[in-house]
């Protein structure tokens, strides 16, 4: 299975997760000139810009690990870029928070 399609998978199992934890879904694959998010989703007050990071294996680590500050520094570009969009109809977050959400698929042949 290729990279992007287990990518996929791993970010319908984080927007299935989130929304059995009481997220709604806002928007999902956000993109703008300056970067993209994979999930925005909101519980209460808080609005959650979300990197769905999804490996088959700890092979090299933890999923989180692999965000580097670029990648950072273009979620906080794009989710600005988002809220000046929602802006102008008159949303204001309370809070915005910046989540990841690691996937691991990871299947032990000969477990016993």
Do not use: W
């Amino acid at each position: 299975m290729g990279n992007k399609r287990i990518g996929m998978i791993g970010e319908e199992a984080a927007a299935m997760f989130l929304e059995e934890n009481g997220y709604r879904l806002v928007r999902r694959n956000y993109r703008c000139k300056v970067g993209e998010i994979d999930i925005i989703a909101s519980k209460g007050s808080v609005l959650c810009f979300a990197e769905v990071k999804t490996r088959q294996n700890f092979n090299y680590g933890r999923p989180c690990e692999s965000i580097t500050e670029e990648k950072k520094k273009h979620m906080r570009k794009a989710a600005q870029s988002y809220l000046d969009e929602v802006r102008i109809g008159g949303f204001r977050p309370a809070k915005i928070r910046f989540d990841v959400i690691e996937i691991v698929v990871e299947h032990t042949r000969g477990a016993f």
